[in-house]
Structures are given as C-alpha cells and as structure tokens.
C-alpha cells in the first residue's frame, strides 16, 4: 500500500515562509508526476503545483513567483517552497503522486497538512 509522510506545516505570519515535504513509500515501482493541492475551509481542493519525472512544472497563478515544487526522485519525495506567504494561502496541502506498484498506476494523496498565514 502506498503511503505518505507529510510535514512542514505550521502558523507563519504573513510575507514568511514555509517548506512542505512529502515522502513516498510501498511498493512503488516508479512515479510519474507528484504535487500539491490544497483546500481551503468552505472551498473545493484546488491544484497548487505539479512537477513531472523530468522536472517539468505547473503552477496556480495565485502562487506564481511565490512558490517553488521540487522532487527528489531517489528519495520519492516532493517539496513546496512557500514564500511571501499571504491570508489567502490558508489552508490544508494535500501531496498527490501517480504512482505506478506491483498491482496498480493510481493517484494517491496525503493525509494533508495544515498551513496557517496570519498575524
């Protein structure tokens, strides 16, 4: 069963910065993309980042310039860094990979991790 390990979040207050990691593992055979979504309270999970095997990216605009994905692959591990953290990036971040195992290639996700901007 795959699995994820989540963390780096936390309250920080607004312009700081945050880096969220999320760790792969169990029975992996290989990963395709991996990224970060998040859900804010009373909205609809939205896509955050997302980066390819080959190191490709996508963004939200509203994270544009702010925000940086990262993988290890090596380690299945991705990375968010979050910068000028604004209110508006409150919210639950929830890793995603798609995953290739012995019985399945599925999109799987976090538990999700709390990040919190405020003063």
């Known amino acids: 069963q795959v699995q994820f390990v989540e963390s780096g979040g936390g309250l920080v207050q607004p312009g700081g910065s945050l880096r969220l990691s999320c760790a792969a593992s169990?029975?992996?055979?290989?990963?395709?993309?991996m990224g970060w979504y998040r859900q804010a309270l009373g909205k609809q999970r939205e896509l955050v980042a997302t980066?390819?095997?080959?190191?490709?990216?996508n963004y939200a605009d509203s994270v544009k310039g702010r925000f940086t994905i990262s993988r290890d692959n090596a380690k299945n591990t991705v990375y968010l860094q979050m910068n000028s953290l604004k209110s508006e990036d409150t919210a639950v971040y929830y890793c995603?990979?798609?995953?290739?195992?012995?019985?399945?290639?599925?999109?799987?996700w976090g538990q999700g991790t709390q990040v919190t901007v405020s003063s």
């Open positions: 995603y990979a798609r995953v290739r195992t012995s019985w399945n290639t599925g999109d799987y």
């Open positions: 169990g029975g992996i055979f290989s990963i395709y993309a």
């Open positions: 980066i390819t095997s080959g190191g490709s990216t």
